[in-house]
């Protein structure tokens, strides 16, 4: 039985990564499913990989304008929407002390005001259809202090407060979640860290390995479902039991 047969689904950061997993595993599960993602090249190999994208949104989340323009996009493409993956995100190493302003307006701008905008235009075509799911992309960053990552780790707590929230005004008609994962291998974890700083890292967790983009899809899938129809207000931490201790507890 497919979970998601015929859901009209919106997955933003969808061309590479966890949203183009998802993307991938929401088409499996019989969805029809439009990518928004800013990069080109990425929709093009995206497109090519899954012929059975609905369709390719070009658009940066950071700009409230272009979201609205995307959606209008997205209203000729789907007459209506159940499920919005709001997974777009971007994050830049660096100790709090060298962060600047541009780079802290840049990181909130994508990973919170872009979550805002696009789950608010999302949320009204929702409130005036039959209702929906939405999904923010939290992080364990949001949940506790780690290094070099002050900016981002904001970001994340205020996308699982924004879910809380929105899940209390929008109910009942939009069920409104967040997901957390820990480290998870993507292309953004891959350029930012070396290969003995994943080993570490994988050596610190639990389950002694570190998460794929697959792993998060599959959450996504289950609660994007009708199987978590009593599910809303909640984050939902996917880490391998990362933080189960916290790190520095591990030997």
């Known amino acids: 039985m497919r979970i998601l047969k015929d859901k009209r689904v919106l997955i933003t950061g ?7 997993a ?3 595993r929401f088409l499996e599960e019989d969805a029809k499913v439009v990518i928004l993602d800013r990069d080109v090249a ?3 190999c995206a497109q090519k990989e899954l012929p059975g994208l609905s369709g390719a949104i070009l658009a940066d989340v950071s700009d409230d304008q272009a979201v609205k323009r995307a959606f209008e996009e997205l209203d000729a493409l789907f007459c209506g929407l159940n499920v919005l993956i709001n ?3 971007i994050s830049i190493r660096n100790p709090f002390m060298e962060i600047t302003p541009e780079q802290w307006r840049t990181v909130v701008s994508v990973n919170l005001n872009g979550v805002f905008y696009v789950a608010q235009q999302a949320a009204r075509r929702m409130l005036a259809g ?11 960053n949001g949940l506790m202090g780690y ?5 981002y780790n904001a970001t994340k707590a205020g996308v699982i407060e924004l879910s809380r929230s929105m899940a209390l005004e929008l109910g009942p008609k939009i069920r409104v979640n967040a997901v957390c994962p820990g480290f998870i291998m993507t292309p953004m974890q891959e350029a930012e860290y070396t ?9 610190k967790v639990p389950l002694c390995k570190l998460g794929r983009p697959e792993d998060v ?3 996504f899938a289950f609660l994007a479902s009708d199987e978590a129809v009593f599910i809303s207000g909640q984050y939902f931490v996917i880490d391998g039991g990362e933080i189960a201790g916290g790190l520095a507890s591990q030997a």
């Open 14 to 20: 969808g061309a590479s990564g966890i949203g183009f």
């Open 22 to 24: 998802t993307a991938r």
């Open 42 to 44: 990425a929709c093009q």
């Open 87 to 89: 997974n777009a995100g």
């Open 130 to 140: 039959e209702g929906g799911v939405i999904l923010n992309m939290g992080s364990t």
């Open 147 to 151: 290094h070099y990552y002050a900016d």
């Open 195 to 203: 290969t003995e700083m994943r080993q570490a890292f994988e050596n």
């Open 217 to 219: 899809a599959a959450l």
